[in-house]
């Protein structure tokens, strides 16, 4: 299913890469690709939300079914008090299981009374009161995937007046229970049930990938999953990576590509493992949506979802999702622009053993005479005046990542 790119996709890309050698080299303007953004753009869904792609939690990836109000509480509280919010995490998201399974005689949902006794509403109050954002979970089907909850299917129109009544500033969206109808047909009626309302409410549509939704959803919602379901092992990881990275160019402010919620924490894959799959989602303009319980996490969790220099590539305001640009084997370079005239590279070993990578100067479209300060976001030290290739050697499942700058311009 990975995606492969050959060494003959390779042009184009220097093409999209050579722009910026002109930025770094003349000071034009920064390169991305606009034509087809602007062309997207008019067609966005029109909440201006989602200009940086979102930042928070969701219970799913950890706790699954496994939820009450006393969690959201405490992770609410566990946001602030690590720091994690002021890096730039602000949504706590239910996902799946938070409703009864019947409506109420009026068709409302119902928060599930054993679980969250005390409501959906207080609890958003409670998470906005810690300066934080409250997302909630619903489906383009009769009943959410879990089965256990109603989906939206029919109540489009009811359910997004109680969303924003009950003050939730993100839905996410899924797919289950739909008669095999097309979510082209099923999840328009959210997105302008949700707009109707005049909450500005960050619409993240769970089709799984399976229509393309890089071509359709921009003008719907404000991130689109690209995949199926990631679970917590490398593979599963690197394989959405791979297949997300075709539809790079649909991505931008206002609407993401979605690989699916972080894994960092959950305990299934390395230290090393999880630091590539940060950066990497980082660089691809990924929702950075934690998925590990962060009232318990340890340090290397925390030292990997709080490093704000990888943060800052996710969040650069350019919003260009970084590609694939180079393979040789097990070995790859991940590399895309950002704002200023820079550009973040990784090297990134997905072999077994230990390994010397290099990124030529050619491999991201730069003159191999250009001079910049090359910026290492996990050892968190600038190297001056770099010309032509950075080499590292990389530990096995594990990546540097890097932010090249125009030599002796300050950032
Ligand atoms: C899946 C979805 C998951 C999670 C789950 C809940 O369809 O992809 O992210 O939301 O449903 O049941």
Redesign the pocket.
């Known amino acids: 299913m990975a995606m492969a790119p050959s060494v003959f996709a390779f042009p184009r890309l220097v093409c999209i890469f050579l722009f910026f050698i002109a930025i770094v080299t003349a000071g034009a303007a920064p390169v991305s690709n606009l034509g087809q953004r602007e062309e997207i753009k008019r067609k966005l869904m029109d909440n201006g939300i989602g200009l940086t792609p979102q930042m928070g939690w969701?219970t799913?990836?950890h706790f699954?079914?496994d939820v009450d109000e006393k969690l959201i509480r405490e992770t609410a509280d566990a946001m602030v008090s690590t720091g994690l919010s002021k890096v730039g995490y602000e949504y706590i998201n239910i996902?799946?299981?938070w409703a009864e399974l019947n409506r109420d005689s009026m068709g409302n949902l119902v928060p599930k009374a054993s679980t969250f006794p005390s409501g959906i509403r207080a609890l958003a109050d409670y998470v906005h009161k810690k300066g934080l954002k409250f997302g909630l979970?619903s489906?383009a089907g009769t009943t959410?995937?879990?089965q256990s909850m109603p989906g939206s299917l029919g109540y489009e129109e009811q359910d997004a007046k109680t969303f924003a009544l009950w003050g939730v500033d993100y839905l996410?969206y899924?797919?289950?229970d739909n008669s095999g109808t097309s979510p082209r047909e099923r999840f328009p009626k959210m997105s302008k049930a949700l707009l109707e309302t005049g909450r500005p409410i960050f619409f993240s549509l769970?089709e799984?990938g399976e229509e393309d939704p890089a071509t359709w959803a921009p003008g719907l919602g404000n991130s689109w999953?690209t995949t199926?379901?990631i679970v917590d092992s490398w593979g599963s990881m690197a394989t959405r990576a791979d297949l997300n990275d075709k539809w790079a160019s649909y991505a931008g402010p206002g609407g993401w590509n979605d690989p699916?919620?972080l894994e960092v924490g959950n305990g299934g894959m390395t230290t090393e493992e999880y630091r590539s799959h940060f950066s990497i989602w980082a660089l691809i303009k990924a929702p950075l949506l934690i998925g590990c319980d962060i009232r318990s996490m340890d340090n290397a969790t925390f030292e990997i979802l709080s490093n704000k220099e990888v943060i800052d590539v996710n969040q650069d305001k350019l919003g260009v999702q970084g590609k694939k640009v180079k393979k040789d084997g097990e070995l790859e370079v991940w590399a895309g622009p950002l704002s200023g005239n820079r550009v973040a590279v990784i090297l990134w070993n997905r072999g077994p053993i230990k390994a010397e990578l290099t990124v030529f100067w050619s491999d991201i479209g730069l003159s191999s005479s250009t001079i910049v300060d090359v910026r290492n976001l996990w050892k968190h030290k600038t190297e001056t005046s770099v010309q032509g290739k950075i080499s590292a050697e990389v530990e096995s499942h594990g990546c540097e990542m890097y932010v090249l700058s125009p030599s002796g311009v300050r950032h």
Do not use: A, E, G, P
Request: contains cysteine; charged residues 35%; hydrophobic residues 10%.
């Open positions: 969701n799913w990836n699954h079914c996902d799946d299981c979970y489906n959410t995937c879990s996410k899924d797919n289950c769970c799984w999953r199926d379901d699916d919620m």
